[in-house]
């Protein structure tokens, strides 16, 4: 399935994947049989970015469905631009915190953040404000600005993309978490959950080379899925991407 054919995908099934599982989100997370009247997909609106995260994922069983006691955890948010907050750029700090926060809760060993980013890695984690609020939760922010930290991975049902390398600390972490910020994107159009995924990878231009909407669904391939994706949709970044970016905060649609 490429990702034109997701997005249709899940256009029509948008109503059903708030009760079910269904084919096209496969793609998005490591598989888990859901029992009862448990869903996997959950929206929240109305809120703090923390308060919503505690809310949605009451409403998916708590975080000890994702997380088990004991285990490795990477939490991969969009880090990107060297960019304040306010400007929402970035995954907002105080979800990525209280993502963190719960992982250590459930009982995680350690929780491990970065992003592969485009600016400079480490103007990008002090002013998102994600390190401060990443480590003052007890996460070890790592870099990712070296092709030592990756180890190549094929990917065998990848039409465009069919190999690449994937950074380390997603590859021995037993679980991570994908926390993408809704935006704009003026080569996707759309960023949220599957594009977030090129913040794993070293070598992202071959993506704007090679179809990038291709690889971007080709990326989604890969076998070491996050095991839960939380959309940061407090701020809208409504055109231009993350250059004199033009954004939006409804306090009646956070979400």
Same mark, same amino acid.
């Given at each position: 399935?490429?990702?034109?054919?997701?997005?249709?995908?899940?256009?029509?099934?948008?109503?059903?994947?708030?009760?079910?599982?269904?084919?096209?989100?496969?793609?998005?997370?490591?598989?888990?049989?859901?029992?009862?009247?448990?869903?996997?997909?959950?929206?929240?609106?109305?809120?703090?970015?923390?308060?919503?995260?505690?809310?949605?994922?009451?409403?998916?069983?708590?975080?000890?469905?994702?997380?088990?006691?004991?285990?490795?955890?990477?939490?991969?948010? &969009?880090? /990107?631009?060297?960019?304040?907050? +306010?400007? $929402? @750029?970035?995954?907002?700090?105080?979800?990525?915190? =209280?993502?963190?926060?719960?992982?250590?809760?459930?009982?995680?060993?350690?929780?491990?953040?970065?992003?592969?980013?485009?600016?400079?890695?480490?103007?990008?984690?002090? &002013?998102? /404000?994600?390190?401060?609020?990443? +480590?003052? $939760? @007890?996460?070890?922010?790592?870099?990712?600005?070296? =092709?030592?930290?990756?180890?190549?991975?094929?990917?065998?049902?990848?039409?465009?993309?069919?190999?690449?390398?994937?950074?380390?600390?997603?590859?021995?972490?037993?679980?991570?978490?994908?926390?993408?910020?809704?935006?704009?994107?003026? @080569?996707?159009?759309?960023?949220?959950?599957?594009?977030?995924?090129?913040?794993?990878?070293?070598?992202?231009?071959?993506?704007?080379?090679?179809?990038?909407?291709?690889?971007?669904?080709?990326?989604?391939?890969?076998?070491?899925?996050?095991?839960?994706?939380?959309?940061?949709?407090?701020?809208?970044?409504?055109?231009?991407?993350?250059?004199?970016?033009?954004?939006?905060?409804?306090?009646?649609?956070?979400?």
């Amino acid at each position: 399935m490429d990702r034109r054919d997701f997005l249709r995908a899940v256009a029509v099934a948008g109503t059903a994947m708030s009760i079910r599982r269904v084919g096209a989100m496969d793609i998005l997370t490591q598989h888990m049989d859901a029992a009862g009247d448990k869903v996997d997909l959950v929206a929240v609106m109305g809120g703090e970015p923390e308060e919503m995260f505690r809310s949605g994922i009451e409403k998916l069983g708590g975080i000890k469905q994702f997380v088990k006691a004991g285990q490795k955890v990477v939490v991969k948010p &969009n880090i /990107g631009w060297d960019r304040v907050p +306010e400007l $929402a @750029g970035d995954s907002n700090p105080k979800l990525v915190a =209280e993502i963190v926060k719960q992982c250590f809760a459930a009982g995680a060993k350690e929780v491990k953040v970065f992003d592969h980013t485009c600016d400079e890695w480490t103007k990008c984690y002090a &002013n998102s /404000g994600i390190k401060t609020a990443a +480590e003052a $939760a @007890g996460a070890q922010m790592i870099p990712a600005h070296l =092709e030592s930290y990756y180890r190549p991975v094929t990917l065998p049902h990848g039409k465009s993309l069919k190999e690449t390398k994937i950074h380390e600390a997603i590859l021995d972490a037993d679980v991570w978490i994908n926390v993408p910020v809704l935006k704009h994107h003026g @080569g996707a159009n759309l960023s949220i959950s599957m594009k977030n995924l090129m913040g794993i990878v070293w070598n992202r231009r071959y993506f704007h080379s090679h179809d990038l909407q291709q690889c971007i669904a080709d990326i989604c391939t890969l076998e070491k899925k996050p095991m839960l994706n939380v959309v940061d949709a407090y701020r809208l970044m409504k055109t231009n991407e993350n250059h004199s970016a033009i954004f939006r905060q409804n306090p009646k649609r956070k979400t």
